[in-house]
């Protein structure tokens, strides 16, 4: 075992770390039990909370109904929510920067849940994979197109962490009979995916910036902004409208993908990263992102389940629907947030509840029971299963693990990065994370610059 790190050097740990992993370095890791043995089987998951506020409620009431587990710290920079969930939870730990908390206190938790503005997602996720920290994130995993590299490349260094997402709407069975049957090709050879979501989470007609104000006192509008560059506080950012700024947010898209993208992911795991993305939108004000988005993820595709070499997936936002009835659908309207996959033989459609999941054979409703797909797939626990994960049982099944999220949130924040571009078709590369006709892409949607001591840490 590692000799304990001394308390100057934890206190030094934030100030540090960010020049050493600059320069390829990875610090060296406090002694801990899950350092020592991160996939021994425990009797207790201790977790640390980033982000108490909004969604974080949920999260955290369902990681606290766990017998097993057991919140022992709460991150905020707001102290409003900060010192009312504290007061819940007499027994945890409260501050207001996650960064000092892992250089202070290391060794009392095992696990992070990060439900913080999707800009700052990135930093206490890579931090907490780094030093062995389990990991359960609010969705969208990221908000930089470089960040999917980041964060895949820590994954793949950390296999032993339970990692999983916030798409909890995989509770539901019909969502899991959906993808069993896409899976088994029920319907035949995929053709094409059409997916909607009904948010606004930005508009064209936004074009006022609001005034420069001070921030609320309860705010420590430094910590807020995190990474993002340095800008003043105005209306209609924190708390809670956010998702709407392009500095900090994902718009509606990026908002809903992971709950309206998963069945297609899941069931056509042939379907790694997009080689192009067209989004049409009104131009939004540089602030904020747009509205009424039309785009379409085009994917190269191999084997026998497509009936072409390519399989596009149409993805909208604002309520922005699909002709149904050419999508084999005999239906005029089906409301937002919904997914459609159409096949050879067939067009499967489902809600984002999962409660209404319809099949549909030369426009005539076809059970599920009718098609052979598997109707009992039995309870899923979506909190829980990533609780045991981490807790050591290694057989319990997670729905949407980290290397799975990475391709629904690519899926969901291309589009919202392409919408500055809006009409072209841009031919993108993980890889090497260019759009490969367009410099000016690339230069300018694909990565931040990240401000000095928020930076992520590589690994």
């Given amino acids: 075992m590692k000799p304990a790190m001394p308390d100057q050097n934890r206190r030094d740990f934030v100030k540090t770390s960010a020049t050493l992993l600059g320069a390829g370095a990875i610090p060296t890791l406090p002694s801990s039990a899950i350092a020592a043995n991160p996939t021994a089987r425990r009797q207790e998951l201790r977790v640390l909370q980033v982000g108490v506020g909004g969604i974080g409620g949920m999260d955290?009431?369902?990681?606290?109904?766990?017998?097993?587990?057991?919140?022992?710290?709460?991150?905020?920079?707001?102290?409003?929510p900060l010192e009312k969930v504290g007061k819940q939870i007499p027994d945890a730990f409260t501050d207001t920067d996650y960064r000092k908390v892992f250089a202070d206190r290391l060794d009392e938790f095992d696990a992070v849940n990060v439900c913080t503005p999707d800009h700052s997602h990135i930093g206490?996720?890579?931090?907490?994979?780094?030093?062995?920290?389990?990991?359960y994130a609010q969705k969208p995993l990221v908000q930089q197109l470089e960040e999917l590299v980041m964060l895949e490349k820590a994954i793949q260094a950390k296999p032993h962490l339970a990692t999983n997402t916030g798409n909890q709407r995989m509770q539901n069975p019909g969502r899991r009979i959906a993808v069993d049957i896409l899976q088994k090709n029920l319907l035949g050879k995929a053709i094409s995916a059409h997916v909607w979501a009904g948010t606004r989470r930005g508009s064209a007609k936004d074009l006022e910036l609001p005034a420069a104000k001070q921030p609320p006192a309860n705010i420590d509008w430094d910590l807020w902004l995190g990474p993002a560059q340095k800008q003043p506080y105005r209306d209609g950012?924190?708390?809670?409208?956010?998702?709407?700024?392009?500095?900090f947010g994902t718009a509606g898209l990026g908002d809903w993908g992971v709950h309206l993208l998963d069945i297609i992911m899941y069931a056509y795991p042939e379907l790694t990263s997009p080689v192009s993305v067209r989004c049409d939108a009104p131009?939004?004000?540089?602030?904020?992102?747009?509205?009424?988005?039309?785009?379409?993820m085009t994917y190269a595709?191999?084997?026998?389940?497509?009936?072409?070499?390519?399989?596009?997936?149409?993805?909208?936002d604002a309520g922005r629907g699909y002709d149904l009835r050419a999508l084999g659908i005999p239906k005029d309207d089906a409301g937002a947030n919904n997914t459609v996959v159409v096949c050879e033989e067939g067009?499967?459609?489902?809600?984002?509840?999962?409660?209404?999941?319809e099949c549909y054979v030369k426009n005539k409703l076809v059970?599920?029971?009718?098609?052979?797909?598997?109707t009992d797939p039995g309870k899923y626990a979506h909190w829980g299963s990533w609780i045991e994960r981490a807790l050591g049982d290694q057989e319990v099944k997670v729905w949407t693990p980290f290397?799975?999220?990475?391709?629904?949130?690519?899926?969901?924040?291309?589009?919202?990065?392409?919408?500055?571009?809006?009409?072209?078709?841009l031919q993108w590369d993980k890889k090497t994370l260019t759009f490969t006709n367009s410099q000016e892409a690339t230069d300018t949607v694909v990565r931040r610059e990240y401000r000095d001591g928020f930076e992520p840490v590589r690994i």
């Fill in 301 to 316: 595709v191999r084997g026998d389940r497509f009936r072409n070499d390519t399989f596009p997936i149409h993805y909208n």
């Fill in 283 to 296: 131009r939004a004000a540089d602030w904020y992102h747009c509205t009424q988005c039309e785009s379409t």
């Fill in 367 to 374: 059970s599920p029971e009718e098609l052979g797909a598997n």
């Fill in 60 to 80: 955290r009431n369902n990681i606290k109904r766990h017998p097993k587990a057991r919140i022992v710290g709460l991150v905020d920079v707001d102290t409003n």
């Fill in 124 to 135: 206490p996720m890579l931090l907490a994979l780094a030093n062995d920290k389990h990991v």
């Fill in 237 to 247: 950012i924190a708390p809670n409208k956010w998702r709407a700024w392009w500095d």
């Fill in 347 to 357: 067009t499967l459609f489902i809600n984002a509840g999962g409660n209404k999941l």
């Fill in 403 to 425: 290397d799975q999220a990475l391709r629904m949130t690519e899926c969901a924040i291309l589009p919202v990065k392409a919408s500055r571009f809006p009409g072209q078709e």
